[in-house]
Nanobody, 123 residues
């Protein structure tokens, strides 16, 4: 069974940090493009970050550049999203997704999705 499971969400104060994990079972993440997305209440889902197959490139939404970092640990078959300097507007459910492609750009088909993890930034 192919599955993605996110973890690491929670409640954090503005300016704080969280590290989200996206763990895969049933397939090897290193052979996939992995993206992080988020959806806040009443808003559409938006792309946050992406790492290409083989880690050739990464990209970030303008709203998180310089604060978030995506990385991959092949030994643990896990992709991480390190989130620093969190803001209340980062509050959302965060999802990871996998695509059997090569790059983050172009027409990416996200075939696998996790169930999401809630991130709440509030004082």
């Amino acid at each position: 069974q192919l599955q993605l499971v996110e973890s690491g969400g929670g409640l954090v104060q503005p300016g704080g940090s969280l590290r989200l994990s996206c763990a895969a079972s049933g397939f090897t993440l290193n052979y996939y493009v992995i993206g992080w997305f988020r959806q806040a209440p009443g808003k559409e889902r938006e792309g946050v970050s992406c790492i290409s197959r083989g880690d050739r490139s990464t990209n970030y939404a303008d709203s998180v550049k310089g604060r978030f970092t995506i990385s991959r640990d092949n030994a643990k078959n896990t992709v991480y999203l390190q989130m620093n300097s969190l803001k209340p507007e980062d509050t959302a459910v965060y999802y990871c997704a996998a695509s059997p492609g090569f790059y983050c750009s172009g027409d990416v088909s996200w075939g696998y999705w996790g169930q999401g993890t809630q991130v709440t930034v509030s004082s």
